[in-house]
C-alpha cells in the first residue's frame, strides 16, 4: 500500500508534468484535446472516405481506439523513461521508486479523462444510444491502467541499465498499433490471423470497449476474466521484476 508520502509525491509529480508539457504553447491544455482529435479525423477521412472501411459509427469507433491506445501508449512510454527522467531526485532524495513510474502513469491518465469527455461529447454528438453495459467501462479502464503501469514496472529499471530498451518500446508500440484494431475492424484480419487479437490484450480491451459504450452490448465475461487475470499476472511479473532490479538502479543512473 502507498502511504500518504507516496501518494502526494505521485499527485505532484504528475501534476508539474501535464503543466510542463503545455508551458509555452499558445493552445496551452487543449493540446491534450486537439491531438487526438487530429489524428481521428485524419484517419477518418483516409479509412472511411479513400479506402472505405464499412464500419457503424466509425467516428466514435476510431475516437475511442485512439483514446485507449494513446493512453497505453503515452503511459507506457512515460513509465520506461521515468528513472531516467527523475534521475537527479532519485539520486538526491530517498524515495520509493516505484513512485515516478506510477505519477509518469497518472500523468497520462489526466489526459485520458480528458479525451473521454470529449469522446462523450462525440457520443451525444453522433446521437449514439447508451445501455446498461456502459457501467462495466471502468472495468476495462481499471485493466488497461494496470497494463500500462506493468509495461512502465517491468522496463524502466531495464531501461536505466540498457538505454537501447527505450527506443525498442517505441517500435514495439509502432507494430503493436497495427496489429490492435484501432482503425479497422476485427473482420477485417484474416481468420488465421485472428489469433493475433486473441492474445492481445491491448486489442480485448478496445473491443470489449467498444462493445459496451458504443454498441450497447454486454461483453464475453470470459474473455472478459481471461484478459484481467492476464494482466494481473503480467503487472505481478513487472512488480517482481522492479523491486528486484531497482537497487541497483543508481549504479546505473
Not at 540498457?162 to 507494430?175: E, H, K, T
Request: glycine content about 6%.
Amino acid at each position: 500500500m502507498l502511504d500518504r508520502r507516496s501518494r502526494h509525491l505521485i499527485l505532484q509529480f504528475a501534476l508539474k508534468d501535464f503543466k510542463t508539457r503545455y508551458t509555452h504553447s499558445l493552445l496551452g491544455y487543449a493540446w491534450s484535446v486537439v491531438n487526438p482529435l487530429i489524428f481521428t479525423m485524419l484517419y477518418y477521412l483516409v479509412f472511411s472516405r479513400f479506402m472505405r472501411f464499412n464500419v457503424v459509427n466509425y467516428p466514435c469507433y476510431l475516437l475511442l481506439g485512439i483514446a485507449l491506445w494513446s493512453f497505453f501508449s503515452e503511459g507506457s512510454a512515460n513509465g520506461v523513461a521515468a528513472l531516467l527522467g527523475r534521475a537527479n531526485i532519485i539520486a538526491k532524495v530517498a524515495m520509493p521508486r516505484h513512485v515516478v513510474v506510477l505519477a509518469a502513469v497518472l500523468n497520462a491518465l489526466i489526459t485520458f479523462v480528458i479525451t473521454l469527455a470529449i469522446f462523450g461529447g462525440m457520443l451525444w454528438w453522433t446521437g449514439t444510444p447508451v445501455g446498461w453495459p456502459l457501467v462495466t467501462l471502468p472495468l476495462f479502464v481499471v485493466d488497461l491502467v494496470v497494463m500500462t503501469l506493468a509495461v512502465g514496472l517491468l522496463l524502466s529499471p531495464l531501461h536505466v541499465r540498457f538505454r537501447d530498451v527505450g527506443y525498442l518500446w517505441g517500435i514495439a508500440l509502432q507494430i503493436l498499433f497495427w496489429l490492435t484494431p484501432i482503425i479497422y475492424h476485427e473482420t477485417a484480419i484474416p481468420v488465421r490471423w485472428r489469433w493475433l487479437i486473441t492474445y492481445n490484450p491491448m486489442a480485448r480491451l478496445v473491443l470489449y470497449s467498444r462493445q459496451v459504450v458504443i454498441y450497447a452490448q454486454w461483453p464475453d465475461w470470459w474473455g472478459v476474466m481471461k484478459t484481467t487475470v492476464a494482466i494481473v499476472a503480467f503487472l505481478a511479473v513487472g512488480w517482481t521484476t522492479f523491486s528486484r532490479l531497482q537497487a541497483r538502479v543508481a549504479e546505473y543512473l
